[in-house]
């Protein structure tokens, strides 16, 4: 919700072709599932994404792969694919591999946690048997950025009430997408939207998010100037 918020402030949700969710395979907490769902379709509703560019990873991973593969193959060099990468590297690069190789060049994939570019398991359960290291090997462009502990530094499982305060603009606010954005916070259990650094660092090259910039543009319409241009 947060990621979408941002693209809306800066009018480019237009832009938007492709969004695929519950992407840990395998078996899947079910309160999870039904909360990333309603999360997923509830920004959906209130910011006006087409329901085409949705892609519930559980019920529809061909769908999935085969949307990455048609935007992969879309891009070019004056119309690039920029893919923030918010989960496992699975789905991600099995879409990748169904693309043209020569369009690989076009792709710039966003990453800034160590978890999801590692995420690999042995045991048999899991499906996940990629990292970032495979995605590179691919011959898309990978863009790592900081860790998004700016937006947060809850646990994985709770926060202090100090946390939650950061956030109390988003409860407090007269605009109903912001106050419905912090109930699925709550829905979540904790105030953790630090994968929503990537799409900050997308839209203003600013990789140091923060509660403070967030209320900034999402509730005070103020949009930073462009970051300088990062020195690879």
Known sequence: PVAVALLDAFGVTGKLVHVDYSNILGQN???????????????A??????RSILFDCQKDLKGALES?????????????????LAGPMEVPLLGIRQSDPAKRKHVYCISHSVW???FPQPEKEHLHRYSKR????????WVQIKPGSGLTDSTRTSSTPAQWALYHWMRDSNEARLGWIYSRLQAEQRCDV????????????????????????????RLPPPADLRKE
């Open 29 to 43: 907490d079910p309160r999870f599932y039904r909360e990333m769902v309603e999360s997923v379709l509830g920004t």
């Open 45 to 50: 509703a209130r910011y006006e994404l087409p």
């Open 68 to 84: 990455i593969r048609g935007a992969i193959d879309a891009s070019s060099a004056g119309n690039p694919l920029y893919y923030v």
């Open 116 to 118: 999801n570019d590692g």
């Open 134 to 141: 495979d995605l590179i090997e691919s011959g898309v462009h």
């Open 194 to 221: 630090s994968d929503a650094t990537m799409t900050y660092f997308l839209v203003t090259g600013d990789e140091e998010a923060t509660a403070a910039k967030l209320k900034a543009v999402l509730a005070g319409k």
